[in-house]
């Protein structure tokens, strides 16, 4: 089990831009895949963008384009690039990590992102 620890959260106004950290202790290479999830106030936690180990990414249909994960394996972190950001992109940002051969999976606290109209 590792630890994640998620930073780069704010306030920033509508169209900016901001890039969350999801720091592992550990190896990033324990985990098969890296996903971040978002919560807004009143809704449920929700799949925004996962990396697999293999290279692969997806993302949910409302921030395609706009939003980009990456792995850097050497500085054991994740990424979340978010561009042109919407006010219903606000939310507190969870990083999660699963190893899929042992079932085992990790959650961060969680960043605040705000963002102003």
């Known amino acids: 089990q590792g630890q994640l620890v998620e930073s780069?959260?704010?306030?920033?106004?509508?169209?900016?831009?901001?890039?969350?950290?999801?720091?592992?202790?550990?190896?990033?290479?324990?985990?098969d895949f890296v996903s971040w999830y978002r919560q807004a106030p009143g809704k449920q936690r929700e799949l925004v963008a996962t990396v697999f180990s293999t290279g692969?990414?997806?993302?949910?249909d409302g921030v395609k384009h706009r939003f980009t994960i990456s792995g850097d394996i050497g500085m054991n972190t994740v990424y979340l690039q978010m561009n042109s950001l919407?006010?219903?992109?606000?939310?507190?940002?969870?990083?999660?990590?699963?190893?899929?051969?042992?079932?085992?999976?990790?959650?961060?606290?969680?960043?605040?992102?705000?963002?102003?109209s």
Do not use: F, M
């Not at 106004?13 to 990033?28: A, K, V």
């Not at 692969?56 to 949910?60: D, G, K, L, M, R």
């Not at 992109?89 to 085992?104: E, F, I, L, P």
């Open 86 to 116: 919407k006010p219903e992109d606000t939310a507190v940002y969870y990083c999660h990590a699963r190893n899929d051969r042992d079932g085992s999976s990790d959650w961060g606290q969680g960043t605040q992102v705000t963002v102003s």
């Open 8 to 31: 780069g959260g704010g306030l920033v106004q509508l169209g900016g831009s901001l890039r969350l950290s999801c720091s592992i202790s550990g190896s990033i290479s324990n985990y």
């Open 56 to 60: 692969p990414s997806n993302y949910a």
